[in-house]
């Protein structure tokens, strides 16, 4: 059984960082894509980033690029969002996804990725 747990959100001011966990259980990083989305009240959920299965390749979305880090933990099953630079347009709820690198798909669909967490909500003040 497959289980992406969230963990790491809270309330930060803007122009703070704040690093967020997504552990894994159930399934091995390595054979799959990880990535991460946000949903801002009233709004569509939204891709964040990605990595992939072997860990060496990242996407981001243009609002986050240069700001966000996506990285991994592959001993302890655990990949992470490093935010910097934080504005009040990034408080959402962030959710981990996982899709098997056998599977090919658009990074931006939320309907390629087969498994998800439930969220930690990301509160930036200005």
């Known amino acids: 059984q497959v289980q992406l747990v969230e963990s790491g959100g809270g309330l930060v001011q803007a122009g703070g960082s704040m690093r967020l966990s997504c552990a894994a259980s159930?399934?091995?990083?390595?054979?799959?894509?990880m990535g991460w989305f946000r949903q801002a009240p009233g709004k569509e959920r939204e891709f964040v980033g990605k990595?992939?299965?072997?860990?060496?390749?990242?996407n981001y979305a243009d609002s986050v690029k240069g700001r966000f880090t996506i990285a991994r933990d592959s001993g302890k099953n655990t990949v992470y969002l490093h935010m910097n630079s934080l504005k009040p347009e990034d408080t959402a709820v962030y959710y981990c996804?996982?899709?098997?690198?056998?599977?090919?798909?658009?990074?931006?669909?939320?309907?390629?990725?087969?498994?998800w967490g439930q969220g930690t909500q990301v509160t930036v003040s200005s």
């Open positions: 990595i992939n299965g072997g860990g060496w390749w990242t």
């Open positions: 159930g399934l091995t990083l390595g054979g799959y894509a």
């Open positions: 996804a996982a899709r098997p690198t056998a599977t090919s798909g658009d990074d931006y669909n939320t309907g390629t990725y087969d498994y």
